[in-house]
Structure formats: structure tokens, C-alpha cells
């Protein structure tokens, strides 16, 4: 009986180490890393064909500021229009006429936000105005130019007033209400960058 547990023991263990080194490691998949989103974007002049060459400034102002808000580094843009100025005269750029390695090249970006005016308009009935701004944006890679981030965002505002001239001014003032609503909307969907993290 006394010789029978040693060699149980030794059977037990064998068993035990056949078992635990025949058994299947499990296997696991290994996604590729997610793409990091760029941390400099460069804002370049808004392509605007339908209004004001002020509301150009103020949704590019707007879009600066609300990426530097969500935690993206700041390139003012007045330095991207002195360092384009530089190398391309007084030529007025706006929208894609620039390519986003050239931006890259001249600010140090790794992203260029484009952004385009689609629609600014004013709707007169009676005794109401419905005032409407539709702004797209694309951020691209300026080491490969594709787009890392889309999107189409519109607003409106409904003014009331006896004249026509009170409406038209109210509806002026409700473009930059307009547009905030947009920029608001717009900015929650960009992933926040890395000083918020």
C-alpha cells in the first residue's frame, strides 16, 4: 500500500502535466491600431461663394477657436496666410486650391480642416424671415491628404417683424446665432484631441 502512493503521486503528476501542456493556447486576434487623429490642424481660408467675405473670417475664426477649445494645438490664421503669402504672392486661397502637403510642408500641421460655405440664405414671408447657413468641413492627413473626418452640418432661425427692414435686420444679426449652432454640433462630433486627454 505504501508503495502504491508514490507511484499514484507520480501517475497524478504525469497526468496533470500531460494535460496542462497538450491544451490549445487560446487564441486571440490583434486588431490593427486605430489610425491616431491629427493633433495640428491647420485651418485654411473657407470657400465661400454665396456671402460676405466677413463671414468667411468668422466661420474660419470660429473653427480655430473651437478646435483649440477641444484640446488641438493652435495655428492662428493669420501665420498660415503670411507662410502661404510667402511662397504663393497675394493670390487668394480658399477651399482645396492648396493641397494638404503643402500646408503640412509650410505650418508643421499633420491636418488641414477645409471647410465650405454651401448655403447662406434668407427666406422673406409675411411678417417672417427664416435665415439658413449649411457649412461642410473634411480634416485630411497632410502626409497622405485623405480624409480622416466629414461632415455636413445646416441651421436655421426664424425672425418675426412688422417690415421687411426690421426683419433684414434681425436676420443679420441671426447669421452668427446660426452659425454657432452649427459650430456647436460640429465640434461634438470631433474627437477631443491631446491636450484634453
Known amino acids: 500500500m505504501i508503495r502504491k502512493i508514490p507511484l499514484l503521486c507520480i501517475l497524478f503528476s ?27 490642424i491647420a485651418v485654411v481660408p473657407v470657400a465661400n461663394n454665396v456671402a460676405d467675405p466677413l463671414i468667411s473670417r468668422i466661420v474660419r475664426q470660429k473653427a480655430i477657436d473651437g478646435l483649440f477649445f477641444k484640446g488641438y494645438h493652435k495655428i492662428e490664421a493669420r501665420v498660415i496666410d503670411e507662410r502661404l503669402a ?34 447662406m440664405k434668407t427666406s422673406f414671408r409675411f411678417m417672417s424671415a427664416v435665415t439658413s447657413v449649411e457649412l461642410s468641413f473634411d480634416i485630411r492627413r ?17 425672425n418675426f417683424g412688422f417690415t421687411r427692414r426690421q426683419l433684414e435686420n434681425k436676420s443679420f444679426i441671426s447669421y452668427e446665432a446660426v452659425i454657432d449652432e452649427i459650430f456647436q454640433k460640429v465640434m461634438g462630433k470631433i474627437p477631443e484631441g491631446s491636450d484634453m486627454l
Open 14 to 40: 504525469l497526468f496533470l502535466l500531460a494535460t496542462g501542456c497538450g491544451a490549445k493556447k487560446a487564441s486571440t486576434l490583434k486588431h490593427a491600431p486605430a489610425p491616431v487623429f491629427p493633433q495640428i
Open 86 to 119: 510667402r511662397v504663393y504672392g497675394n493670390m487668394d486661397f480658399t477651399g482645396e486650391s492648396i493641397s494638404p502637403m503643402v500646408i503640412g510642408s509650410l505650418t508643421g500641421a499633420d491636418g488641414v480642416l477645409y471647410c465650405s460655405l454651401r448655403e
Open 142 to 158: 497632410t502626409e497622405t491628404g485623405e480624409t480622416v473626418w466629414q461632415a455636413t452640418q445646416k441651421a436655421s432661425e426664424r
